[in-house]
């Protein structure tokens, strides 16, 4: 069974960055395709960053250039560094394996991690 779990999220003044990790037990994020989403109170939760299996890296357009998804397959996370972060970031992110070029998600979701931008 795959168990994700999200951390890294806190309280940032805008122009901070903060760097999340999800951990996944029961799958190696090597060979999957994995994606991190984003879910602003009383909105729809939606995608913001996705890596393919072979590396290739897709950006909602309101964080290309602020935000980085990464693998790391030693510890098996996959890690999103945002940058320049402002106040319309603030959400609960969550991440989670995806058929890639559908972000359709796969797996039951982990309990995210509340990112918070705010002076």
């Known amino acids: 069974q795959v168990h994700l779990v999200e951390s890294g999220g806190g309280l940032v003044q805008p122009g901070g960055s903060l760097r999340l990790s999800c951990a996944a037990s029961?799958?190696?994020?090597?060979?999957?395709?994995m994606a991190w989403f984003r879910q602003a109170p009383g909105k729809e939760r939606d995608v913001v960053a996705s890596?393919?299996?072979?590396?290739?890296?897709r950006y909602t357009e309101s964080v290309k250039g602020r935000f980085t998804i990464s693998r790391d397959n030693a510890e098996n996370t996959v890690n999103l560094q945002m940058n320049s972060l402002k106040s319309e970031d603030t959400a609960v992110y969550y991440c989670?394996?995806?058929?890639?070029?559908?972000?359709?998600?796969?797996?039951?979701w982990g309990q995210g991690t509340q990112v918070t931008v705010s002076s």
């Open positions: 989670n394996r995806i058929v890639y070029d559908l972000n359709y998600p796969l797996e039951p």
């Open positions: 890596i393919s299996a072979n590396g290739r890296t």
């Open positions: 029961g799958m190696p994020v090597n060979i999957n395709s």
